[in-house]
């Protein structure tokens, strides 16, 4: 099963209103990346986070890495209906024996807005 | 430059039939991905390619499932017997060198199986 969680599944905001989805894994993660989805389309890469307690900031996106890298998370000021769509966090999971090549994707958290 | 292709854009097939899905990565890209991504899920990671090797199947759920990619550029996920679990959207991704760099994702074929 998935090693990387993400909460919520869901989160409904009005335009205006600040969004945060959280990402959590149970192995450290060697690095996280951060993808959007807009509805129809494909992952589109945000952003790549290494350091533990990095944070990065893109306009109104802010991007953090946790000390112990296992989680991280992004945060969205004041939502514009251009930011809908569904956020995935997703690293290269440690596993014991060697790490796999390829990402481990959460579930995603989709955002709605409401104008 | 032109993006990752994925062809075709949909595929409808019976159960037990064969079918094969093709990726164009970036020009350059030697590293090569495919993943697979079921409704309301995050891709699920299948195979990466770096140049012509397989460098890890490890994601590739059962031996119905193989993937080529003979000269290091264009690949190919071919799927034995489908099974109507196989149903979900087939995604390509290429990156200019594998490891931690940027993956750039395809628009993806979605596979029905009836």
């Known amino acids: 099963g998935q090693q990387v969680m993400q909460i919520p599944q869901y989160q409904h905001v009005q335009e205006g209103e600040d969004f945060t989805t959280y990402c959590n894994s149970s192995?450290?993660?060697?690095?996280i990346q951060w993808y959007k989805q807009r509805p129809g389309g494909h992952p589109v890469f945000l952003i790549q986070?290494?350091?533990?307690?990095e944070v990065k900031k893109q306009k109104r996106l802010t991007f953090q890495f946790g000390e112990a890298k296992k989680n991280s998370s992004l945060h969205i000021t004041a939502t514009q209906t251009t930011d809908v769509g569904t956020y995935f966090c997703?690293?290269?999971?440690?596993?014991?024996?060697?790490?796999?090549?390829?990402?481990?994707f959460g579930k995603g958290t989709h955002l709605i807005i409401q104008p | 430059g032109a993006g990752v292709s994925q062809t075709p854009s949909n595929k409808v097939t019976e159960k037990g039939k064969y079918v094969e899905l093709r990726c164009d990565p970036i020009?350059?890209?030697?590293?090569l991905y495919w993943y697979r991504q079921s409704l309301g899920q995050g891709p699920e990671f299948l195979i990466y390619?770096?140049?012509?090797?397989?460098?890890?199947d490890s994601g590739l759920p059962n031996d119905r499932f193989f993937a080529v990619r003979p000269e290091g550029s264009v690949s190919t996920l071919k799927i034995q017997r489908t099974e109507r679990g196989d149903s979900a959207v087939y995604l390509c991704?290429?990156?200019?060198?594998?490891?931690?760099?940027?993956?750039?994702f395809g628009p993806g074929t979605r596979l029905t199986v009836t």
């Open positions: 020009s350059g890209h030697t590293a």
């Open positions: 997703a690293g290269f999971v440690l596993y014991s024996g060697g790490g796999a090549d390829g990402l481990t």
């Open positions: 390619f770096q140049g012509t090797g397989a460098a890890d």
């Open positions: 991704a290429s990156s200019l060198s594998g490891g931690y760099a940027e993956q750039y």
């Open positions: 192995t450290t993660l060697s690095n």
């Open positions: 986070l290494v350091k533990s307690g």
